[in-house]
């Protein structure tokens, strides 16, 4: 018995057969007619004109140009300590470090022992003192013994009075070394120890220390540039350093307050108030330095954080625009207006203030006016295209001098 024989398409012919099927229904679908494309804008006059409802026009921002009575200006600023609650200690003598009793961040009282140094030279103040009390015991026993001599007729009073003046300057000797020793952390009638107390004279918290145990320590070591044993400062308070320009002076006068605002703490907002300012123009920097007092009652400011000195300052007549809005061609200041719904034109305008926010247009721009803040470039660059556009070409400018008779 004889089988069929089945016949089998090739690969080939099975991909030929599958592509003609895709064309074919292909063919079949109706062609998607692409979108029309917007008209650019023309440019009639100095005027740039868009088309009604043309898609750039959502992509320009507009801002109203308002009367200027006051704006807000921002001046850089760093906070620094409370110099007039801030001490700095320095070693009185030469000596080395054997004890350190504070370190950053306690809280200290006025008369707090920071640090004991033994110092050989205190020693020596120490001996001083005691040698002056001992001359002091001496010369007021002499000067006892002087007198009864001298009621008994023995002694002339010339050596009375010799006696006398011994005494008072054995006296003023005790006294002058018992302050100084005092003075430096001794005690009255205490022996020669050669313990040095570095103390606090001020309540206030420990925010540097610069010292450690064995370390040599001299009074020569002080002065600018070298750190101080410690630093401490009453926190609450801290000054606000203000680097203000010229036309700034007359607003941030005494007593002038501001609004402080820190980067790194945002959402919180501190006021201060200007207790001093300098009489001289930095000439590095060209500004004035100018001093605030801000409250830091819960201690969220430190000393050299960068921050932002807010101002209202009062201005004279004009409007008020984004310091964004104004563009320098050249020499000159000029900002885009639109002057109807989808028309603009280029504006010189005069500028009385230019901060880094908001500038101050004196002339060239009225009240409520619209002026471009956003893509100003998209804008810009649409008015070159088509002034460029607008501008004949050379061989049409040729075909119509042929032209003329």
């Not at 040599?216 to 002080?222: F, I, K, L, N, T």
């Not at 600018?224 to 680097?243: A, E, R």
Request: aromatic share 4%.
């Amino acid at each position: 018995m004889q089988l069929p024989v089945v016949k089998t398409l090739s690969t080939s012919t099975l991909r030929a057969s599958l592509l003609i099927g895709l064309l074919v229904l292909a063919g079949c679908q109706e062609a998607v007619e692409p979108p029309a494309k917007a008209p650019p804008p023309i440019l009639q006059g100095e005027q740039l004109r868009f088309a009604p409802n043309h898609p750039q026009l959502a992509l320009i921002g507009l801002v109203s140009a308002t009367p200027a009575q006051t704006i807000t200006v921002d001046l850089p600023a760093r906070m620094i300590w409370n110099e007039e609650h801030t001490q700095r200690i320095y070693p009185a003598f030469a000596g080395r470090v054997s004890a350190i009793q504070a370190d950053v961040g306690q809280a200290v009282s006025a008369g707090s022992v920071l640090a004991q140094l033994a110092s050989p030279d205190f020693g020596m103040a120490q001996a001083d003192t005691a040698k002056a009390r001992a001359d002091a015991r001496l010369s007021g026993n002499a000067l006892q013994r002087q007198r009864e001599l001298f009621d008994a007729g023995i002694v002339a009073r010339k050596d009375l009075d010799q006696a006398e003046a011994d005494a008072a300057r054995s006296l003023a000797e005790v006294q002058r070394a018992d302050a100084r020793t005092r003075m430096y952390g001794g005690h009255e009638g205490g022996s020669v120890n050669q313990s040095l107390a570095i103390s606090a004279s001020i309540k206030g918290v420990v925010v540097e220390r610069n010292l450690n145990p064995g370390q040599e320590v001299r009074p020569d070591q002080s002065g600018v540039g070298v750190p101080p044993l410690f630093v401490v400062t009453d926190p609450t308070t801290l000054w606000v350093q203000i680097d203000a320009r010229e036309s700034e002076v007359a607003t941030l006068r005494l007593g002038a307050t501001f609004e402080l605002i820190v980067p790194t703490l945002p959402g919180q907002k501190f006021e201060g108030r200007v207790t001093a300012a300098a009489d001289y123009i930095d000439p590095i920097t060209r500004t004035i330095k100018v001093r605030g007092l801000v409250a830091n009652p819960a201690r969220l400011l430190k000393a050299e954080m960068l921050a932002t000195a807010r101002i209202q300052r009062n201005i004279g007549p004009g409007v008020v625009v984004p310091s964004r809005a104004v563009a320098l061609q050249g020499a000159k200041n000029t900002v885009l207006v639109q002057v109807q719904p989808g028309v603009f034109e280029t504006r010189e305008v005069q500028l009385s203030y230019q901060g880094p926010q908001e500038s101050v247009v004196s002339s060239g721009v009225a009240a409520g006016e619209q002026v471009v803040s956003e893509n100003m470039l998209l804008l810009a660059r649409e008015f070159r295209n088509a002034t460029h556009d607008a501008q004949p070409t050379p061989a049409a400018t040729a075909s119509n001098a042929q032209a003329k008779p």
